[in-house]
Structures are given as structure tokens and as C-alpha cells.
């Protein structure tokens, strides 16, 4: 996922986390390093 869509319903889980706004750069970030 590559944000340039973000979507409308439903969750996104990534590594067993749920994203959210407010945890959304975290997430990434720790993802890329």
C-alpha cells in the first residue's frame, strides 16, 4: 500500500497492527528501516 489511496471502509492491519491516523507514520516508518 502506497497511501496515494487511502481506504474508505474496513481496517488495515500491517505486521499485526492496526493502522490508524493517528499511528499511520509510526507504522511506516518502522516498516521501512
Known amino acids: 500500500m ?3 489511496e487511502e481506504p ?3 481496517q ?3 505486521d499485526g497492527q492496526k493502522l490508524t491516523h493517528a ?3 509510526k507504522i511506516i516508518r ?4
Open 2 to 4: 502506497n497511501f496515494l
Open 30 to 33: 518502522e516498516s521501512i528501516s
Open 23 to 25: 499511528n499511520k507514520t
Open 8 to 10: 474508505t471502509s474496513g
Open 12 to 14: 488495515v492491519y500491517i
